[in-house]
């Protein structure tokens, strides 16, 4: 609570009322100042601020805890202090004049009841006025019976009650158009809450001396405020208590020419910009409401109240700290239903959560390019929720799955062994490390294996990239070395059967370049290799190549740099990181539709042969021999 009036007293004046009211100060400071107005043992206020007066006002708030006995009291504070309009001049120290009562439409009265001029006698008391020689009512001297308190001011001018009129006005107007600006996108709502408070602090600006106005536009501060705080749309310096004109400037980057000085002319520059960001919004693209995927919301979700409702009781007070993964789904999820909801209040306080969530937390960053107006999912909402859908219902199966592996301490049949492999097989694309780590126990068996039993060629290729993962993980390390040696890797198997000629790797190289050229790509790898960085710029004819370290620091970089657009492909040496790792860079580049490719250990010909399937350059199939089969490398997204 605090003291809702404009212009205020000075604290000495207050200070001369407490004293004549009774009251003592008392200050204290503990890293803040506290002030406590004491009176006998039968009050006690205690106020709080950054100095002593603004601590002092927030006492006297709380020992005047309504709103009329607090413009009663300033009004007759501000009275006391410029002067009563009375022949005689009272004593500086004197009592202070009756406080004036605040009628229903802002104009004051005296206190006893007579819209013009002075009442009868009073008795004294600590807001009755005392009499010339300076007596305070605690000394218990009566006032003379002709006393007569200061006369009230005169009624506010026309203009006054007419600006206290279209303030209240604005207010309900804000109440009305809530709901429609609570769906556009973050950069209108923040031109429109300016819009708002300008104009409403114009209206101040231009009466600065009336009370009623004052309160009315700090009413309209708090209920934009409480916007802000639920749509989460970014700073909005002019709502803070001790706003300036000048602090506008910031959100005014397409129409202002120099720095405004006065709430009306921020009123008018932010109708102007508001229009200017709709006209090139529109020339972008964009529609109506500033958002990009309009196009990509149909068909709406069978439910989608039930939708809104879900996702606002799992982001609810026992959410605790969340999770990226889940943040991502919540926010594809308030995308797609925006337009399709009638409590759009509630909509945007979800979306404006993830806002601050993802502000609050800088784990969950490479979500914000979902919340984004401009950002358009390649496909529309209803696919992208299929998709993810059936990616959770195999992940679920896979899980399952793993989680029935042979145990490393119990003897295992080749059956067995053989029957629980081939329902691996199909999730190594996602799982492929896991099944390797179940696997290694039981090496010596799976390599003895045949893939000819498998009934399609995916699962052939998997079995031997499986193999092959396994070979690695039990042979030397030198001889894993020689089997990866690019000269080997490019012109072993000249002419055998599933092999790559040398004509035809040349053919696949010009094809691929065609979209790989002149594109930013990241590395992630556990060590640098500035040979192997130079060859890849070479082969993929790339404007840079990025390369991070597997480090968390680094990995985590590699995220915020992804999520802020800065790689269009990235290749991730799988062979050399942790699953949480991959799992990561995964993650932040479906959320920016970035080319993600498992490459194993990074060799030049796996990264060219990942990017080659991914893009259908050519029919590639890989052979046993190979020491990085077709099956080893992809991009996910």
Known sequence: MTLCFHPLPDARQIRLFLDSAGYGVVYRELGWIECVLVRGEAERWVGRGDDHDAALLHALSQAFPSQAARTALMTALLVAQRGPETEAEPATDGPLPRCPAVSGDGAEQPANGARHGGGGPTAASPLTAADGDGGRPEDGVPAPADHRPPAAPPPP?????????????????????????????????????LGWIAQARAHQEGLPEFGPVHCAVQEIAHLLGGLARTWWPGSVSALQLRAQPAQALALLRLTATQTPTSWKQVAGLAAQELHAVEERDEADGLDDRGWGDEALLDPPPEDPEGLLEDILTAMGPDCGIPQLRQVMQWARSIRWLRGSVQQVDQWAAALGLLRRWIQEYPDLACAARLLEPEYRPNRPWAEVFRREAANARRAQEAAEVLAAAPAADRPIGPDGLREWLYRALPYTDTHHDAVVAAMTPFAGQVLLMESAGLPSRRLRRRLLKLQEALRQETAPSTQAASLHHPIHMAHAGVGAAGSIRRDDSEGIRRRVRQLTRDKRALFVSNRSDPELRQRLVELFDLADLAWAGSEPRRVDGAVHAIAGGAYDIVFCATGFLEHKVSTKLIDACRATDVRFYRVNRGRPLTCLLAVARDCAVAPIHARQTDPDPVGAVGSVH
């Open 157 to 193: 001018p026309l203009d006054a009650q007419t600006a206290l009129v279209q303030v209240r006005e604005l207010r309900e107007r804000i109440l009305a158009d809530e709901p429609d600006v609570a769906v556009l996108a973050p950069g209108r709502q923040r031109l429109i809450l």
